[in-house]
């Protein structure tokens, strides 16, 4: 299954059914007195470089369509068939998308040059595996240290 359809795949519901969020009290509280889903600057994060591992997946995808286009050369301009001409090897596609992802990312999140343009917010969901009794009527560890302190809360969904 390709990588940007999985989460919108068709079994993905039936295969979890259920959303874990995993808080403290005061984040409790919060939701339930607001009724609302906070999210978090993706900076403040425990590990903020989360955001940043999605540069190869992006990066990957990106390269194969580009190097279908390039193949088939499907749905682009003269200019770009031209440039497409003289990156027809898959290391320079490679390349180029890499480069141009590695833009994207100083753009979007780092804002060396420029303000940030797409700085991200982050509410944290996991789900547990059906075949893992265990974890879905205890929750994961990892998730009761990361997120619980003292008075420890999960919200199924």
Not at 32 to 53: G, I, K, Q, Y
Not at 93 to 113: P, R, S, W
């Amino acid at each position: 299954m390709e990588s940007e359809r999985e989460i919108a795949a068709p079994g993905f519901v039936t295969e979890h059914p259920e959303l874990h969020h995993y808080t403290n009290f005061y984040g409790l509280r919060g939701i339930v007195e607001s009724n609302t889903l906070w999210a978090t600057h993706f900076s403040c994060l425990n590990d903020s470089t989360e955001v940043m591992l999605l540069k190869q997946p992006i990066t990957d995808i990106l390269t194969s369509r580009a190097l279908k286009a390039v193949q088939t050369r499907d749905g682009v301009n003269r200019h770009a068939r031209r440039t497409m001409e003289h990156a027809r090897n898959v290391h320079n596609v490679t390349d180029i998308t890499g480069n141009f992802v590695e833009a994207m990312f100083a753009a979007a999140f780092k804002g060396e040059i420029i303000e940030p343009l797409a700085e991200p917010y982050i509410t944290s969901f996991c789900a547990h595996s059906p075949n893992r009794s265990y974890e879905r009527e205890n929750g994961l560890l990892s998730q009761w240290r990361a997120y619980g302190g003292d008075e420890r809360y999960c919200i199924v969904f």
